[in-house]
């Protein structure tokens, strides 16, 4: 089966010069999309984004920092973006914020946080795991539905994509889409294979702390994760999943965004990225990302589609 994807660019209100996709995409089980990131050059904003509301989250005594886009013509629809590890609300080279300009031009309100232990927020990154940030994640998503109705859609990348399919299965009613970035599950087979991101962990054993480009981790990332299974229970969700795996990541192999999109089947889109690293940092591989995505849940939130 082929099939040539639609004109986004008057849902987005943004204009994508000479974007085209190949002929002969191909779809299978999980609707497999496969295209040249060459074709897209990065978009051009038609209308200027609404200034960016500070606001915050107090988490079991703790200050979780984040930002609110607001829409300049709001649909309802509300996007939660999840950063990776050791990085910003922000994202990698400001994917977020490029983002968040394309998704509040198609209506979308968006919001974004800095996990504790990251960016503006409390905490030290020494204490991070991955249990309490699948909570911080929860109470930034009733943040979220607290502001007014409306589907949410939820963007997550690296670990902060990993960790935001565990958080579709734990509530797979409060969403209607999930877009995974590069999610990272292949961190527990890291840990469990005595390193992260290719360093080995004996540094964690000898010291106590985990030297995570330049940042302090400590044991309780490494002893959480041992036990942690990132694929439990999420076939729960049953909205609609996007998934983004480039097949030069040099952190995530792309068996692991192939075994996400098996487990959602048929409600899963896998668009795979030939020359794309683990942060899409590339231009035309950035710039292709931020189109699919933001066409995606565009187009979801034009229909109303909540499941």
């Not at 930034?140 to 994509?161: E, F, Q």
């Not at 899409?280 to 292709?288: H, I, Y």
Request: net charge negative; charged share 20%; with cysteine.
């Amino acid at each position: 089966m082929t099939s040539k994807p639609a004109d986004t660019s008057r849902a987005l209100g943004v204009r994508y010069p000479d974007a085209a996709e190949p002929e002969g995409s191909t779809f299978g089980p999980a609707r497999m999309q496969y295209a040249s990131a060459y074709a897209v050059r990065p978009p051009v904003q038609d209308h200027p984004m609404s200034r960016p509301e500070s606001i915050s989250i107090d988490f079991r005594s703790q200050r979780i920092a984040g930002v609110r886009y607001p829409a300049p013509r709001p649909n309802g629809a509300k996007v939660l973006l999840n950063h990776g590890f050791g990085v910003t609300r922000t994202g990698v080279g400001r994917a977020f914020v490029d983002l968040a300009r394309g998704l509040t031009n198609s209506g979308c309100t968006v919001f974004a946080f800095d996990r504790l232990g990251h960016g503006e927020s409390d905490g030290r990154f020494l204490d991070v795991s991955v249990p309490d940030e699948l909570d911080q994640l929860s109470a930034m998503l009733d943040h979220v539905l607290a502001d007014g109705n409306g589907p949410v859609h939820l963007v997550g990348h690296s670990l902060g994509g990993m960790e935001s399919a565990c958080l579709a299965a734990r509530r797979p009613g409060d969403l209607a889409s999930l877009t995974l970035w590069a999610a990272a599950a292949v961190f527990v087979d890291d840990v469990r294979s005595g390193q992260i991101q290719g360093k080995s962990l004996d540094m964690l054993r000898d010291t106590g702390v985990f030297d995570f480009k330049g940042q302090a981790l400590g044991p309780r990332f490494v002893e959480t994760a041992e036990a942690f299974d990132p694929f439990a229970e999420l076939g729960a969700f049953t909205g609609k999943v996007f998934v983004h795996q480039g097949e030069a990541d040099e952190v995530v192999p792309f068996e692991y965004a192939q075994k996400y999109a098996d487990i959602w089947s048929e409600n899963a889109v896998l668009y795979r990225y030939p020359d794309a690293d683990h942060g899409w940092n590339r231009l035309p591989d950035r710039a292709l990302l931020l189109q699919r995505t933001q066409a995606d849940i565009a187009g979801l939130a034009d229909t109303g589609t909540e499941h």
